[in-house]
């Protein structure tokens, strides 16, 4: 298990994000509005040590999409000021 805010009340309701191929695992705090990307190691034996790698601010919201040829990540970014 990892933290992926670190922030106290937080709410984790969707899976991670996993792509096997690159060992990464991208979760989400819908509560506090923070995405987490983890270095989970590629074969990684089960238990094994997850990194944290990067956090971003972002009111994300729907099951995150991989793109699997480019290692790209598609999420919602809901812009409060636009209300869009």
């Known amino acids: 298990m990892a933290e992926v805010s670190g922030l ?3 709410l984790i309701a969707n899976p991670p994000l996993i792509d096997a191929d ?3 695992a991208v979760a989400f705090d819908s509560d506090k509005g923070i995405l ?3 270095d989970i190691g590629n074969g990684m034996p089960a238990g ?3 990194v944290p790698m990067w956090t971003r601010a972002q009111d994300h ?3 995150m999409i991989l793109l699997p ?3 790209e990540v598609v999420t919602g970014d809901f812009d409060r000021e636009r209300g869009a």
């Open 8 to 10: 106290p009340g937080g």
């Open 22 to 24: 690159r060992g990464i």
């Open 69 to 71: 040829s480019s290692g």
């Open 36 to 38: 987490a990307g983890f």
């Open 48 to 50: 094994g040590p997850i």
């Open 61 to 63: 919201a729907p099951h």
